[in-house]
């Protein structure tokens, strides 16, 4: 047996001395291979890629906060963070004495919650913080002393800062955990479950690497036993799950952008089949004498909306161009019927059939980017007459392995030609080029493809035609940012 197994591990075969240890080993590859299938599964649009959040103002809330000395912020201010990325909150107002808290009362009507307003206290409920369906005046102003006894009772004279006066929501649903803690390996992970108060007795929970799709979303959700509460229990209507997917998708940016935030507990996350809405959340905050470079790295690199950009075309068609993003995988397929056998030969360098170009397998290539080594930009517009979305041209820059160098690929839809398009779209690749610090890009053109030399021309590139592949190869040198000079300078 011995020179056999020698022969197949030489013919890179592994070899078991046991069934059982094959067996696993099978199971392995089985699980391995399921893993890519559902990673690759094409997800849903539930959260457009080019959605604008607020981020600006998110970093406004944690620059105040650090400002003010802490790491910790108030419910109001974490609430405040999830509404600048699109995740509903219950409306939440500030009482800071007595009289506040009976007159929002008499404004906001219907039975109320209040909770303990600190910058300190951190577990309100265990606190005596909280108190529930209160309805009138009277019971509100002894809600708000009941609070401030039982919270002075237990941290110092400071840690009272007055109450937060919310409504009363039903509890028509089912109270979810949505949360973010680091780890020191793979960073910002988010987490999922039951929520609720024995949120720690029940430990129902599954955590995903942000930032998240429809797929991955849909994939936490039902590694969770309480999904099967989720689909419709006891008479009790199912989940809009499309609703929470899209509040997974948006934590999950919420987490990868802003990266000064080192815990968020949103709990409970009231789930139904009418709505979606956080009623807590507790945030806590890196330590602001750490440096951006040493925050803890993302494990995937998110959706990169700094390469989002606007354009006119010559005929006054407004388009966007964008990085590419998994859910663009039916309007490749569309794009791809729009190609011309010429456009085909002139991209590729043979001649594709459709049903190649447009196979699962190929797609999940084009429109599954790790955005480290490889970003295609797609041109979008969407139609006047309908609100459906077409692609009009793809441009790709892939990074060379261990090699400061980029290799660029683009391809216009054959009825947007003479647009302009290629101009716009090479230069943006060029842009992206000098933001990612590539040195030099490259690429092949065929010798008929005139317009394609022509814009190469004219952003700069230099020609060579070899004779050995019979193709111009087009070359730029890009310059240094003015960031990279002054570190040239520095060094």
């Known amino acids: 047996m011995a020179e056999g197994k020698r022969a197949l591990h030489q013919a890179g075969i592994p070899t078991f001395r046991y069934p059982d240890a094959a067996a696993r080993a099978f199971c392995a590859l089985w699980r391995y291979n399921q893993n890519l299938s559902t990673l690759y599964e094409t997800p849903a649009l539930r959260v457009g890629p080019a959605e604008v959040a607020d981020a600006p103002h998110a970093a406004s809330v944690i620059g105040k906060a650090y400002a003010d000395g802490r790491v910790l912020l108030t419910e109001v201010e974490s609430k405040q963070l999830l509404e600048a990325y699109g995740i509903p909150t219950v409306p939440t107002r500030?009482?800071?004495?007595?009289?506040?808290?009976?007159?929002?009362?008499?404004?906001?009507?219907?039975?109320?919650?209040?909770?303990?307003?600190?910058?300190?206290?951190?577990?309100?409920?265990?606190?005596?913080?909280?108190?529930?369906?209160?309805?009138?005046?009277?019971?509100?102003?002894?809600?708000?002393?009941?609070?401030?006894?039982?919270?002075?009772?237990?941290?110092?004279?400071?840690?009272?800062?007055?109450?937060?006066?919310?409504?009363?929501?039903?509890?028509?649903?089912?109270?979810?955990?949505?949360?973010?803690?680091?780890?020191?390996?793979?960073?910002?992970?988010?987490?999922?479950?039951?929520?609720?108060?024995?949120?720690?007795?029940?430990?129902?929970?599954?955590?995903?690497?942000?930032?998240?799709?429809?797929?991955?979303?849909?994939?936490?959700?039902?590694?969770?036993?309480?999904?099967?509460?989720?689909?419709?229990?006891?008479?009790?209507?199912?989940?809009?799950?499309?609703?929470?997917?899209?509040?997974?998708?948006?934590?999950?940016?919420?987490?990868?952008?802003?990266?000064?935030?080192?815990?968020?507990?949103?709990?409970?996350?009231?789930?139904?089949?009418?709505?979606?809405?956080?009623?807590?959340?507790?945030?806590?905050?890196?330590?602001?004498?750490?440096?951006?470079?040493?925050?803890?790295?993302l494990a995937i690199r998110p959706y990169p909306t700094e390469y989002v950009f606007s354009h006119q075309l010559k005929d006054g068609t407004r388009v966007t161009l964008r990085p590419i993003c998994p859910e663009d995988e039916p309007l490749v397929v569309a794009f791809h019927q729009t190609l011309s056998d010429q456009t085909v030969h002139y991209r590729y360098f043979s001649f594709l059939k459709l049903e190649c170009r447009v196979a699962h397998n190929r797609r999940r290539r084009i429109c599954f980017n790790d955005y480290d080594c490889e970003i295609a930009l797609v041109i979008e517009r969407e139609s006047p007459k309908t609100p459906a979305r077409e692609i009009l041209g793809i441009g790709r820059l892939i990074k060379g392995r261990g090699l400061n160098e980029a290799e660029f690929a683009i391809v216009i839809s054959d009825g947007w030609h003479g647009q302009g398009l290629g101009t716009e779209l090479l230069s943006r690749l060029l842009q992206i080029g000098r933001q990612e610090r590539i040195g030099r890009i490259v690429g092949y053109i065929l010798p008929d493809n005139h317009p394609m030399r022509r814009v190469c021309e004219k952003l700069g590139f230099n020609l060579r035609y070899d004779a050995e592949s019979e193709t111009y190869k087009a070359t730029i040198h890009l310059t240094p940012n003015d960031h990279e000079r002054r570190n040239s300078h520095d060094d």
Do not use: W
Not at 223 to 243: K, N, S
């Open 94 to 297: 500030v009482a800071r004495s007595e009289q506040a808290a009976a007159d929002l009362a008499a404004a906001l009507k219907g039975p109320l919650v209040l909770k303990v307003f600190s910058e300190t206290v951190t577990h309100k409920a265990d606190a005596g913080g909280v108190k529930l369906d209160l309805r009138g005046g009277e019971a509100v102003r002894q809600a708000y002393r009941d609070i401030e006894r039982a919270v002075g009772k237990q941290y110092s004279a400071g840690a009272f800062s007055g109450v937060t006066v919310q409504p009363m929501i039903p509890a028509d649903g089912h109270e979810l955990l949505l949360g973010s803690a680091t780890d020191p390996q793979l960073g910002p992970v988010v987490v999922f479950g039951a929520g609720g108060r024995l949120v720690e007795i029940i430990k129902d929970r599954a955590l995903g690497l942000p930032p998240l799709n429809a797929t991955l979303a849909q994939r936490l959700i039902e590694r969770c036993r309480i999904y099967r509460a989720l689909q419709g229990v006891r008479g009790r209507a199912p989940i809009d799950f499309a609703e929470l997917e899209k509040v997974l998708i948006r934590f999950g940016r919420l987490v990868a952008e802003q990266r000064r935030i080192k815990e968020i507990d949103v709990n409970p996350l009231l789930a139904s089949s009418t709505r979606v809405v956080a009623l807590d959340a507790r945030v806590m905050l890196h330590d602001p004498g750490l440096t951006a470079d040493r925050l803890p790295k």
